[in-house]
């Protein structure tokens, strides 16, 4: 099965630094990647996905890459500001689940 | 405005005392799924439907039930309450199963 795991748990960076938030998964036959930020006594709100396709996708101050060599995907949020405080969650899986992986608290400094 | 919708937000109970948190959505969506998220543990699902009367279990489903009657609604059923369900409660859903919209969360306390 899928197993989704992110490396840290914590990440404090200076307002107006980018952000990489790091995430590796198991199961290679996963074709649907997608991050989620969660704000304190909020559900998960989407960010970005992307496909096992693809390699890299933008947003808007967000991008997501993944290398399915290493079975990796990150998320890069560019000139972070307070408003991005909040908790990260990676997700893998297909069309009937998602496996989450356990989420990294991102603390932005002033 | 397109939403998923949990009641109740905050619930506390007893041991044993059987509850329903219900949830529905409005995007006409297929999919739904039930989580519940403990600290250090993330996200897990609990049972999830793709389609109306089309229900699979999902990574811990002891303990609760769920039913898809209709579309839009899926509640989540817990018979006999036991102090290691408490937790936080999101219910999402999507066209597919992937783009998942949460709910807003229903924290419960069994006692």
């Known amino acids: 099965g899928e197993s989704v795991g992110l490396h840290l748990p914590t990440l404090s960076v200076q307002e107006g630094d980018n952000s990489i938030i790091n995430c590796a998964y198991s199961?290679?036959?996963?074709?649907?990647f997608i991050w989620y930020k969660q704000e304190s006594g909020k559900g998960p709100q989407f960010i970005i996905d992307?496909?096992?396709?693809?390699d890299k996708r933008q947003g808007q101050r967000v991008t997501v890459l993944l290398n399915k060599t290493v079975k990796h995907l990150s998320l890069q949020i560019a000139a972070t500001q307070p408003g991005d405080s909040a908790v990260y969650f990676c997700?893998?899986?297909?069309?009937?689940?998602?496996?989450f992986g356990k989420g990294t608290k991102l603390t932005v400094n002033p | 405005e397109a939403q998923v919708t949990q009641n109740p937000r905050y619930l506390i109970t007893v041991t044993g005392k059987k509850l329903t948190v219900t949830c529905s959505q409005n995007m006409n969506h297929e999919y739904m799924s039930w989580y519940r998220q403990d600290p250090g543990l993330g996200l897990r699902q609990i049972y999830y439907s793709m389609n109306v009367e089309v229900t699979d279990k999902g990574d811990v489903p002891e303990g609760y039930k769920v039913s898809r009657k209709e579309k839009r609604n899926f509640p989540l059923i817990l018979e006999s309450p036991s102090p290691n369900q408490t937790s936080l409660y999101f219910c999402a859903s999507s066209l597919s199963g992937n783009e998942q919209f949460f709910g807003p969360g229903t924290r419960l306390t069994v006692l």
């Open positions: 997700a893998g899986g297909g069309s009937e689940k998602l496996v």
């Open positions: 992307i496909r096992s396709n693809m």
């Open positions: 199961n290679s036959a996963s074709d649907y």
